[in-house]
Antibody, heavy 120, light 107 residues
């Protein structure tokens, strides 16, 4: 069945750049689905970061849009998030998830999540 | 942004109890609402989509209803494995947003 797995550094320095990749297995990423990043921190609960489709079209949360870039690599069946100028407020568990088909929707399945700590 | 307000934020219940959680949207979202269950250290798991459709494999004791701005999630008979935190999520408008969660604890 479809599985997603996040990977990337668990520690990022303040003002640095957070980069994570989500590897998709069990099916092709080249479908009509959107592919999302969601983060969870104690202070802000679940927060949607943005989504990308197989053509590279994106939608971002306006609160993060100036610092976030999503990308997709169909040949590697993966998609990525890059967040610049991180602060302690960006410390969170980051999840990747499959979103809606043809339009934004619910998230299913989710990756197991990866904790990213912003600290010097 | 559409604000999703869940209530209660936590509740205590016993096995066999009927549990009801509500989710109120700050503006109408038709039926573009999903519900998730999250256990400690795990990712959220989809239970219900389009307000009332049960995801494949999810037990029938879980149900959802509502449209517009008010939504209800019910566990008809709480089981030991149901102690968890539950979240609603709207997908009618960007940015996609979640409720603050309801923690279901053992009484």
């Amino acid at each position: 069945q479809l599985q997603l797995q996040e990977s990337g550094p668990g520690l990022v320095k303040p003002s640095g750049t957070l980069s994570l990749t989500c590897a998709v297995s069990g099916d092709s990423i080249n479908t009509d689905h959107w592919w999302s990043w969601v983060r969870q921190s104690p202070g802000k609960g679940l927060e949607w970061i943005g989504e990308i489709d197989q053509s590279g079209s994106t939608n971002y949360n306006p609160s993060l849009k100036s610092r976030v870039t999503l990308s997709i690599d169909v040949s590697k069946n993966s998609f990525s998030v890059r967040m610049t100028s991180v602060t302690a407020a960006d410390t969170a568990i980051y999840y990747c998830a499959r979103g809606g088909e043809k339009s934004s929707g619910w998230f299913d399945p989710w990756g197991q999540g990866t904790l990213v700590t912003v600290s010097s | 942004d559409i604000q999703m307000t869940q209530s209660p934020s936590s509740l205590s219940a016993s096995v066999g109890d009927r549990v009801t959680i509500t989710c109120q949207a700050s503006q109408a979202i038709t039926n573009y609402l999903s519900w998730y269950q999250q256990k400690p250290g795990k990712a959220p798991k989809l239970l219900i989509y389009d307000a009332s459709n049960l995801e494949t494999g999810v037990p029938s004791r879980f149900s959802g209803s509502g449209s517009g701005t008010k939504f209800t999630f019910i566990i008809s008979s709480l089981q030991p494995e149901d102690f968890a935190t539950y979240y609603c999520q709207q997908y009618d408008n960007f940015p996609l947003t979640f409720g603050g969660g309801t923690k279901v604890e053992m009484k």
